[in-house]
């Protein structure tokens, strides 16, 4: 199923639907205090400690509009969402009343863009990474990826390498986000494609084929000069992935 790139503007999921939402992150001063705003006195707490002010401004930003795009989905006040941990770290929203279908998210964040999935009823996990330039690529892959990965990204030609290096990456990360237990899953012990032009799929997963065909990964064009996927467990769902949009233009959307 393909990943619808124009999609309208909506706060409704349809079905099985999964929406995707890519936002830069960047604001003037009043915009960094208007999304100040909207968070928790623990996620302000986390904010005081980040001892660069880029990095705390990105946090706020990033956060805010976690919850604006939250509360737009679950018609509720931004300020008043709670945000959870899971046991490895993976957030969650709660929802009063028993019974309500669990709201699924999951966050991403590299070089200025934050990107987030949203579900009404399965687990996913997104990933997005600035593609740029690495020394010690080789060491790095040979660490992380599968050894089929790392032979199929120097099986091709030099110029690639960059780019299959980051969608390998991104589409691994997607993966262990969306199974939720983050490094504690032997990246080593799953295989994806690579190969820029190549479907984004997952070939094996703890050496299983078929335990890959009841996933779906797919590619996610976010911007120029970045890698992103999107990871769960399901067939294909419609995605719908909007264009990439200002910190000032979501506010403005919401209201
Ligand atoms: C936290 C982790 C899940 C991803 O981290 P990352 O790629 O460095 O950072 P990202 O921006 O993509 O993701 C961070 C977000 O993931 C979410 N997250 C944290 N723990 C998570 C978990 N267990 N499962 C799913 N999502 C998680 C959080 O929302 C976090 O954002 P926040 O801190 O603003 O709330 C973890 O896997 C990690 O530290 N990875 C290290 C990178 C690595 O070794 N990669 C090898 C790839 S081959």
Redesign the pocket.
């Known amino acids: 199923m393909k990943v619808s790139q124009k999609a309208a503007k909506s706060f409704k999921v349809i079905g099985r639907e999964i929406h995707v939402w890519p936002v830069s992150v960047w604001g003037s001063d009043s915009v960094v205090t208007r999304f100040e705003s909207l968070l928790s006195p623990d996620e302000l707490t986390r904010a005081a400690t980040f001892r660069f002010e880029n990095l705390r401004r990105s ?1 706020v930003l ?2 805010g509009a ?1 919850r604006v795009l939250i509360g737009s989905f679950l018609q509720a006040p931004p300020e008043k969402l709670l945000l959870i ?2 046991s ?4 969650g929203v709660a929802q009063p009343g028993a019974g309500s279908p669990a709201f699924e998210f ?5 070089g200025g863009i934050a990107i987030f999935a949203f579900s009404s009823d399965c687990a996913v ?5 600035q593609i740029r330039p690495l020394e010690d690529m080789r060491k790095v892959a040979t660490h ?2 599968s050894r089929e990965e790392s032979e199929d990204l120097f099986s091709l030609p030099p110029d690639e390498r960059e780019r299959a290096f980051f969608l ?2 991104t589409r ?2 997607a993966y ?8 504690s899953i032997p ?1 080593d012990s799953f295989q994806v494609t690579l190969r820029p032009g190549e479907p984004a799929r997952f070939l094996h997963l703890n050496h299983d084929v078929s335990l890959a065909q009841a996933w779906t990964l797919h590619n996610l064009e976010v911007a120029s000069g970045y890698a992103a996927a999107l990871a769960y467990r399901d067939a294909p769902r419609p995605v719908r992935l909007q264009p990439l949009i200002e910190m000032e233009e979501l506010l403005n959307l919401v209201g």
Not at 106 to 110: I, K, P, T
């Open positions: 946090f990033s956060r976690l941990l899971g490895h770290g993976k957030p999951n966050v991403s964040h590299s996990g997104i990933d997005i990474e992380f990826f390998c990456w691994k990360e262990v986000k969306a199974v939720g237990e983050g490094l990246l």
